[in-house]
Antibody, heavy 126, light 111 residues
Framework: QVHLVQSGAEVREPGVSVKVSCKTS????????LHWVRQAPGQGLEWVGW????????KYAEKFQGRVTMSRDRSISTVYMELTNLKSDDTAMYYC???????????????????WGQGSLVTVSS | QSALTQPASVSGSPGQSITVSCSET?????????VSWYQHHPGKAPQLIIY???KRPPGVSDRFSGSKSGNTASLTISRLHADDEADYFC???????????FGEGTKVDVL
């Protein structure tokens, strides 16, 4: 059974960075892309970016370019999302989500998320 | 900015059917792009309920169905239950911007 378990809540001051982890189990880690999605209080879901656990390739939403870095550690089947220069409006629940189709057959047009982490709350406050 | 437009809220009584729409008007989304739908209860992780426009994952009730016509995807919930009360988001890929978008989200209220 697929499981995505995220790191716990974090509180940071504006201007610093945070790194959230997503440990996966129950499937072949390198076979499925992982995405990050966030939800600010009272807002909708917002796509942040994706990482290929196999190659390490990444793609980020334009608004996060230059501030977000996604990485992975294949030895422990874990992906990470680091967000730097935090602002108060980065306060949100951050989710990792697994693409439901194998990386060899998925296309951007057919991406969907079949498993989600439980979420990591990041609070940015001075 | 590309957008997937959803109604802010839709309501219905137990046992009724409701439909949530997800419309793309910017022209950034290709005609073959598939739409998925997610149910999100506050404090929980989102759950996939429809993928590739109209497919239902194992374990999801057959009261949930999806369709797509032109630039509009639709999620129908039949025989509405109290625990269907949640936020629902559509999701797809915008070819012109080479990026992904969630819809604005629709709050479903069961009266």
């Amino acid at each position: 059974q697929v499981h995505l378990v995220q790191s716990g809540a974090e509180v940071r001051e504006p201007g610093v960075s945070v790194k959230v982890s997503c440990k996966t189990s129950g499937y072949t880690f390198t076979g499925y892309f992982l995405h990050w999605v966030r939800q600010a209080p009272g807002q909708g879901l917002e796509w942040v970016g994706w990482i290929s656990p196999d190659s390490g390739a990444t793609k980020y939403a334009e608004k996060f370019q230059g501030r977000v870095t996604m990485s992975r550690d294949r030895s422990i089947s874990t992906v990470y999302m680091e967000l730097t220069n935090l602002k108060s409006d980065d306060t949100a629940m951050y989710y990792c989500a697994r693409v439901g189709k194998h990386s060899l057959v998925v296309t951007a047009e057919t991406v969907y998320f079949d498993s989600w982490g439980q979420g990591s709350l990041v609070t940015v406050s001075s | 900015q590309s957008a997937l437009t959803q109604p802010a809220s839709v309501s219905g009584s137990p046992g009724q059917s409701i439909t949530v729409s997800c419309s793309e008007t910017s022209g950034d989304f290709g005609p073959n792009n598939r739409v998925s739908w997610y149910q999100h209860h506050p404090g929980k992780a989102p759950q996939l309920i429809i993928y590739e426009d109209n497919k239902r994952p194992p374990g999801v009730s057959d009261r949930f169905s999806g369709s797509k016509s032109g630039n509009t995807a639709s999620l129908t919930i039949s025989r509405l239950h109290a625990d269907d009360e949640a936020d629902y988001f559509c999701f797809s890929f915008a070819n012109r911007q080479n990026t992904f978008f969630f819809g604005e989200g629709t709050k479903v209220d069961v009266l």
